[in-house]
């Protein structure tokens, strides 16, 4: 039977200060990674200096007429910017507010699986409609046989429905902090992933960050860990069950009763 309660924050408790300052220390993590690069730990072949020229910006985007007027709406590379992270961070705080609220969901309708199509539909419809109005070339929406419908395949199966069901099961069962917290091992992964199979250079900022997260990362677990021990700790002495008393429980007419002659 699974037991689940909302998250609560008691500064004066070491599990509650481990997570906060976890958190802060994971987001100082992340900031390292993104805006600190430092000198070079491990250098990339020869050839990816090539084939970052040819992955540049220009050449993947041609101009176009959609282009040239979404440049026109957004202004300046300098506003798009500004644009860009303030977009990133609203959907971030709406993202984690679902997840707060998918856990609510998950305590009085635990269906991991239904859960997890009704929010894939939705936001189906709403990219949909974003799609439609954004892109008004009819040739766009043409799927041929290449690597771009196995990359459309590949995001739908496992980036979209699979990590969806994924995340559900991880409301359901631990609460939004689990799934909130592998975002920014996110980030690890992708540099060890870079660094390993695409040959990326390993700077120090990336270095530093990565094990900033960790340990932001570990203090969130430990304070974690920590809070459901004494909740375990709790239960077993007051012998309730999920806030409820025992006393409340029923018990048989006969069990209780001394057969005294």
Same mark, same amino acid.
């Given at each position: 039977m699974c037991c689940f309660r909302m998250e609560t924050i008691n500064l004066k408790a070491k599990s509650s200060q481990a997570k906060s300052v976890g958190t802060i220390i994971s987001i100082i993590g992340a900031f390292t990674v993104t805006f600190y690069k430092g000198?070079?730990?491990? !250098? =990339?072949? +020869?050839? +990816?200096?090539? #084939?970052?020229?040819? #992955? &540049? !910006?220009?050449?993947?985007?041609?101009?176009?007429? @959609?282009?040239?007027?979404? @440049?026109?709406?957004?202004?300046?590379?300098? &506003?798009?910017?500004?644009?860009?992270?303030? /977009? #990133? =961070?609203?959907?971030?705080? $709406?993202?984690? *507010? $679902?997840?707060? !609220? &998918?856990?609510?969901?998950?305590?009085?309708?635990?269906?991991?699986?239904?859960?997890? #199509?009704?929010?894939?539909?939705s936001a189906t419809i709403q990219s949909g409609i974003v799609a439609l109005i954004v892109e008004r070339d009819p040739n766009a929406w043409e799927l041929r046989p290449d690597i771009e419908l196995l990359t459309i395949a590949y995001s739908a199966i496992f980036v979209i429905a699979f990590r969806n069901i994924v995340y559900s099961w991880a409301l359901h069962k631990k609460g939004p902090v689990f799934v909130t917290m592998v975002k920014p091992l996110g980030m690890v992964i992708a540099i060890v992933m870079g660094v390993t199979f695409l040959r990326d250079?390993?700077? $120090?900022?990336?270095?530093?960050?990565?094990?900033?997260? =960790?340990?932001?990362?570990?203090?969130?677990?430990?304070?974690? =860990?920590?809070?459901?021990?004494?909740?375990?700790?709790?239960? *077993?002495?007051?012998?309730?069950?999920?806030?409820?008393?025992? +006393?409340?429980?029923?018990?048989? /007419? /006969?069990? @209780?009763? @001394?057969?005294?002659?």
């Open positions: 000198p070079a730990i491990i !250098f =990339a072949p +020869s050839h +990816s200096t090539s #084939l970052n020229g040819l #992955l &540049q !910006f220009p050449v993947i985007f041609p101009a176009s007429s @959609n282009s040239a007027s979404l @440049n026109g709406l957004l202004g300046s590379p300098q &506003q798009s910017w500004v644009i860009g992270g303030c /977009l #990133l =961070a609203t959907g971030s705080f $709406l993202v984690a *507010v $679902l997840y707060i !609220f &998918q856990t609510w969901i998950m305590k009085d309708y635990p269906a991991e699986m239904m859960v997890a #199509l009704i929010s894939c539909i250079t390993l700077f $120090l900022g990336s270095l530093i960050g990565t094990a900033v997260i =960790a340990l932001g990362f570990y203090s969130v677990m430990w304070g974690k =860990a920590e809070e459901e021990k004494i909740v375990e700790e709790k239960i *077993v002495e007051d012998g309730a069950i999920c806030g409820f008393d025992s +006393s409340t429980e029923r018990v048989p /007419l /006969l069990q @209780n009763k @001394n057969m005294e002659v």
